[in-house]
């Protein structure tokens, strides 16, 4: 137990549908974090949130769309995804981001998200 | 973005001491090193991190090279709960965001 949950755990949904992933960390950390993690393929960062703003988004598709309430909560709201896009997605929250402190990332379980 | 070179797998036998290699030869002066190991099925976990001088913790001893361009993890005693893949990770300064490579899959041998 690392502190930052996940939920669903498993997910499948057809490609029209409309999803959300979410993440809660009772840490009292400040940044939070998405991953993506396909098979076979390294983790890739996604999206960064320090204090509630977004601070990076590595490229991805607009399919994708963030959501930071607060500090301990981010959602991920999916939308017209593809196949390609079933992989396993980790929610992790650090109490500064990489770069401002000496800091680890605590990562959640992750949601397997398959889209048929 | 420094860039990471791990070696793909390793293997060590149970009880035995591992040391899991990683260089950075890009890193700047002021980046962390990180280290993070991922156990099958779950998310990746925090090992160890250290900047210039060598570091312990409960889990691992972590050895920096003098220039920094490289640096050791190691397992003092492997166990078959110590199986994963493990990520050597330089911290970027002036972004926000670690960089994952293909890390080094370790297999521990009964």
């Known amino acids: 137990e690392t502190g930052v949950t996940q939920t669903p755990r498993h997910l499948v949904m057809g490609m029209t549908n409309k999803k959300s992933l979410k993440c809660e960390q009772h840490?009292?950390?400040?940044?939070m974090y998405w991953y993506k993690q396909s098979a076979k393929k390294p983790l890739e960062l996604m999206f960064v949130?320090?204090?509630?703003?977004?601070?990076e988004n590595n490229s991805v598709p607009s399919r994708f769309s963030p959501e930071c309430p607060n500090s301990s909560h981010l959602f991920l709201h999916l939308h017209t995804l593809q196949p390609e896009d079933s992989a396993l997605y980790l929610c992790?929250?650090?109490?500064?981001?990489?770069?401002?402190?000496?800091?680890?990332?605590?990562f959640g379980p992750g949601t397997r998200l398959t889209v048929l | 973005d420094a860039k990471t070179t791990q070696p793909n797998s390793m293997e060590s036998n149970e009880e035995e001491p591992v040391h899991l290699p990683c260089n950075h030869s890009?890193?700047?002066?002021?980046?962390?090193i990180h280290w993070y190991r991922q156990l099958p099925s779950q998310g990746p976990e925090y090992v160890i991190h250290?900047?210039?001088s060598n570091v312990n913790n409960r889990m691992a001893s972590l050895a920096i090279a003098e220039d920094r361009k490289s640096s050791t993890l190691i397992l003092h005693r492997a166990t078959l709960r110590d199986a994963a893949v493990y990520y050597c990770i330089p911290d970027t300064s002036g972004t926000y965001k670690y960089i994952f490579g293909t890390g080094t899959r370790l297999k521990v041998l009964a």
């Open positions: 992790a929250s650090s109490l500064y981001p990489p770069g401002q402190g000496d800091n680890e990332q605590f």
């Open positions: 949130y320090n204090f509630k703003e977004q601070t």
């Open positions: 250290g900047l210039t």
């Open positions: 890009t890193i700047s002066g002021t980046d962390y």
């Open positions: 840490l009292g950390h400040n940044a």
